[in-house]
Every structure is written in C-alpha cells, then in structure tokens.
C-alpha cells in the first residue's frame, strides 16, 4: 500500500503562487506514476498533471500549461506542483494520486491522498 498526504493549500489572490506538496509512504514509489487532479464544489473532477516514475516525463491539462510545474524526488518520497499566476478558476480540492502507469484518467489511479484546497480570489 501507498499513503499519500497533500499539504500547501491556501488563499491566495489571483496572480498570486502556491506550491503543493505530497509526501508519499510505502514500497513502491519510485515505480509509480504520480499525478495531480483538482476537483471544485459541483464540479466533476478534473486532471492537472502527471509524471512518470523517473521523472522522464510530465505533461500538464491546457488549462494549466505555461502555469503550473510538476516534479518528483524519489529519494524523499515527494512529488510538488508548483502553480503560478494563479486564476480565480484554479479554485478546487487538489489531490495527488499514485498508479502503475502514466495516465490521465482518475480510474487508472489506485491511490489517493485526501486533497488540499486552494482558493483563489479576484
């Protein structure tokens, strides 16, 4: 089993930087996929970015290109998403998940950390 756990959420004011953390515990990280989905109030859930087991690759949702940044440390059990120029419509839950390939689809991630909100105001 993998425990993931989420933290660097805040408000923040639009333009403004967060920087999201996931601090992972079990066997099997370094083998994993890692990815970051957001979810709003009534709204379904959405995929943000993914990075592969290495780090080798990451790719990012269109709303976010240019904006956010994902990475991972192995030897800390740790993948960030670094978000810049924030906008009002970055407002959700975020959580970060673990699965055994790289995927964009939320079912084909087998863990999950509880999520970290981030509000962003105009």
């Known amino acids: 089993q993998v425990q993931l756990v989420e933290s660097g959420g805040g408000v923040v004011q639009a333009g403004d930087s967060l920087r999201l953390s996931c601090a992972a515990s079990g066997y099997s990280f370094s083998s994993l996929t890692m990815a970051w989905f957001r979810q709003a109030p009534g709204k379904e859930r959405e995929f943000v970015s993914r990075i592969s087991a290495s780090g080798g690759s990451s790719d990012y949702a269109d709303s976010v290109k240019g904006r956010f940044t994902i990475s991972r440390d192995n030897a800390k059990n740790t993948v960030s998403l670094q978000m810049n120029s924030l906008k009002p419509e970055d407002t959700a839950v975020y959580s970060c998940?673990?699965?055994?390939?790289?995927?964009?689809?939320?079912?084909?991630?087998?863990?999950w950390g509880r999520g970290t909100q981030v509000a962003v105001s105009s």
């Open positions: 998940a673990a699965g055994p390939y790289y995927s964009s689809t939320a079912g084909d991630y087998n863990y």
